[in-house]
Structure formats: C-alpha cells, structure tokens
C-alpha cells in the first residue's frame, strides 16, 4: 500500500488501473492511435447514417445551437458548423504549432533539405487539381481544391504500420511533404474558398493579430489575452466571410518555439532559488514550478496540452460529423466522384514522383539516405489520403447536398484505397532497402 501512495493512482497496481487506465495510456502513446480513433469515428458515422435511423444522425449534426452576446456577439451555427468552424479551428492551431516546429527546428529551416519535399508537395498538390479540373470541365471546377491536401495523422500512420524497416528517411520525407501539403491547403483555402470579405471585419482580425504580436514582443507569458485576442480574430474572420478556421495556423505560427529559460541552467538556478529560500526572502517553491514551466518552450507546452484533445477527441467527433454519407448511387456526381477519387489515388502519387525525380534530375535536392524510388512512390500513394482536410475542404466547396455527399464518397474511398496501396507499397521497397542512386531513371520507378 505504501508504494502504491508513491506513484500515482493511474499507475498502481489496483483493479482499474491495471485493466483500464494502464492499457489506455498505452495506446495513446502509440503513433497510430489517433489515427485509429479518427478511423472508428468515420466508420461510426457510415454505418449511423446508412442505416435505419439515419434521420437522427442528420438531425443531430443540423441541431441550431445560438450564441448572444448583446449587440456585439450573434452566431446562429447548426452543430456541424461549430464543429467545422470552431472546434477545427483548435486542430489547425496543431497544424501551425507543427509548421512552426518544422520552420524552426525541423527539416524545413534547412532550404536544401526541404526543397525535395516541398517541390513533391507541391507536385502532388497540382497534378490532383489538374486531373480533377480535366474531369470536371463545364460542371463543378470549384471542387479542385478537396484532393489537393494529405491527411498528416493517417500518413504517418501508414508508415509506423510498416515497422522499424522503413528508413529514419523516409519517414522525415514524409512528414515534411504533410506539413507543407498542409500549408499548401490552408494556402488554398484561404485564397479560393473566402465568400463576400467585409473589410471591416477582416481589418478587427487584422488588428486582434497585430495584438498578439505586440504582446509577444512585450514578452507577457500568460496565455489569457492570446486566447481572447484568438477568440476575437475567430469571431471577425468568421463575420468577415473568411474561413474562421484557419486563425488557428495563424496564432499557430505566432507561438514562440523556444523556451524562455535556458535549459541548461537550471540547476544552477535552482541553486540560487534554494539559497533564497534558506534566508526567506522570496515564495520559492512557486518560483521554482514557474522557471521548470518556462524550460519547455510555448509550442511544445501548448502542442503537449492540446494534441491529445485535438488526436483522441476533436478529430474524431469532426470524422463523427462529416463521414456520415449513404453510400448509393442514387444522385451521385459521377464526375466529381472520379475526379477526387483519381485526383488522390492517380494524382497524388504521379505528382509526387514525378515532382520528386524531376528535382533530383535538376540538382536541386537529393533522395535521402537509404531511401529508394520504390519508397518515394509508396510516399506518392500514401499521400493520396486525404480525409481530414479534404472532408473540410469539401464542405467548403459544395452547398448542393448532392455534389457534396460525391465528393465525400470519392474521399472516403480514395483514402482506403491510397492507404492499402501505400502500405503495400512501403512494405515491399523496405524489404529490399537497397538504396538506388539519386539520378537514377523513370525506369527504376517502373521496376519498384
């Protein structure tokens, strides 16, 4: 008993922790695990809303929810607009922590590094777009930017399922070509997808930044007046007529990566917190949990607080929200169909590899070590899983249930699809692993 008052509840070894909270913790830890409940929340969702009493999914999500606050503050939101706007505005907040991390102490401050990753982003963001636009040419072009965008959870995912035979590498490869994916996507979103801007609005959004600017610049560390500055901006760029949801990348980017205390000092400032606790002249304790805090820097305390809300709740219930779809073809677009689902399948990995060589061809970056072409087109398939911002983007792009409930079919299976592929994909280059030289040609793309 006495060991178990030394440790924690959730780990001692009683009943409920031992068989519940232990396991839990467990799979949490585990880099797919997000993926896996986002997953489980998707499938609820077809098969709620495929089945007898699909009329309660619908009229759970188009619940109108209110918001008042005298005349400053009216938001009249259905619950799968909150869901979209509000809740995802955190999850792209994850997003832009991440962005920041890759800028600052990721493979994307080093311009070398990350040119052949970007350039395959960029590859796979303008061949899906082109194929999709070719397919629908005269009817629902507005569509192009729902294949454009990877879902980071699930790619990365993907590759952990492969094993510890999948080069350091590849998988660095992979989450640089995600993350710029995604600035490509937010990019695209915020240019293509803003209806009606009131500058009025957008120029309150534009100050609230401004705001938490200065405040950075003044060094206030307390997170109160960036949560109410962030809520505002939310707020006027949601009156504004741009996406709301897209503040979050921007207070994202905002977040100082580094810490405000050397991590190296702190025993030797610990020492000096004790010396002045032992002649009481100052609430050391407090002083001491403060400086410990403040080793981390903002990024990595706010992405250590929110990520698991964002991997194991919002996510889901965003998956929860917009998977529900009947699968018939009854009112199907068959073109807006077939131009997601071969915008991600076809184009992603075509604009990836081709990209890809052609900037090795070029001199302009190198595969990395270990990593061979067959890898590079496992990366092409897996990145053609779009899901998470593609489903947002969807929503954005079609009013008409009809064009909507297509895109979000082509979605859901081109995601399967590039999934399975990916995988098989991945697994069979890593068998091998025997690196091809970095100005190989098309060929050794052919015979991987």
């Known amino acids: 008993m006495q060991h178990d008052l030394k440790r924690p509840y959730s780990a001692s070894d009683r009943r409920i922790p031992r068989t519940i909270i232990q396991p839990a913790q467990q799979f949490a830890a585990l880099e797919t695990a997000g ?10 969702a077809l098969i709620w809303a495929n089945s007898p009493w ?41 997003v832009g922590l991440e962005i920041k991390r890759q800028l ?10 990350a040119a052949l990753p970007a350039l395959a982003a960029l590859g796979g963001m303008i061949v899906p777009a082109a194929i999709y636009i070719i397919i629908n040419l005269g009817g629902a ?10 879902d980071i959870a699930f790619a990365v995912g993907v590759v952990t399922l492969v094993g510890s035979r999948v080069p350091l590498g590849v998988r660095i490869f992979i989450l640089t070509l995600a993350v710029v994916d995604d600035i490509g996507g937010i990019i695209v979103i915020a240019v293509f997808y803003a209806e009606g801007v009131s500058p009025i609005w957008l120029g309150v959004g534009a100050a609230c ?10 060094e206030i560390r307390s997170l109160v007046p960036y949560i109410v500055l962030g809520t505002v901006c939310w707020y006027s760029f949601h009156e504004a007529g741009v996406e709301a949801a897209i503040v979050g990348v921007i207070f994202g980017l905002l977040t100082p990566a580094e810490p405000f205390h050397d991590p190296s000092r702190i025993g030797e400032a610990i020492e000096e917190f004790v010396e002045h606790f032992e002649q009481d002249e100052h609430p050391v304790p407090t002083q001491i949990t403060a400086y410990v805090r403040e080793v981390a820097s903002p990024l990595d305390r706010i992405e250590h607080r929110l990520g698991p809300w964002v991997a ?19 009112g199907l677009d068959q073109n ?10 076809v184009g992603k990995l075509v604009g990836v590899v081709a990209f890809t060589w052609l900037a090795v061809r070029l001199g302009v970056g190198r595969l990395p070590p270990r990593t061979t072409w067959g890898h590079v087109v496992g990366i092409g398939a897996t990145a053609g899983i779009g899901f998470t911002v593609a489903l947002f983007v969807a929503g954005l792009s079609f009013d008409e249930p009809d064009l ?45």
């Open 141 to 150: 072009t507005g569509g192009f930017g729902v294949p454009v965008a990877t």
């Open 54 to 94: 699909s009329a309660s999914y619908r009229e759970l999500f188009d619940t109108a929810i209110s918001l008042r606050i005298g005349d400053i503050v009216d938001l009249d939101l259905s619950l799968h607009d909150w869901i979209n706007d509000g809740l995802m505005a955190l999850f792209f907040l994850v």
């Open 312 to 330: 194991f709740v919002i996510v889901p219930i965003f998956a929860l929200a917009n998977a529900g779809v009947k699968v018939s073809t009854e």
């Open 35 to 44: 993926g896996v409940v986002m997953l489980a929340g998707a499938v609820i």
């Open 209 to 218: 930044v401004g705001g938490a600017v200065i405040a950075r610049k003044l």
């Open 336 to 345: 807006v169909f077939a131009g997601v689902f071969f915008g991600l399948v």
């Open 104 to 113: 600052v102490h990721g493979e994307l401050r080093d311009r070398r590094a």
């Open 404 to 448: 909507l409930r297509s895109a979000k079919l082509g979605i859901l299976a081109a995601s399967t699809v590039a999934g399975v592929l990916g995988y098989m994909l991945l697994r069979r280059a890593s068998r091998s692993d025997a690196p091809v030289g970095a100005l190989d040609t098309v060929d050794a793309v052919a015979e991987a």
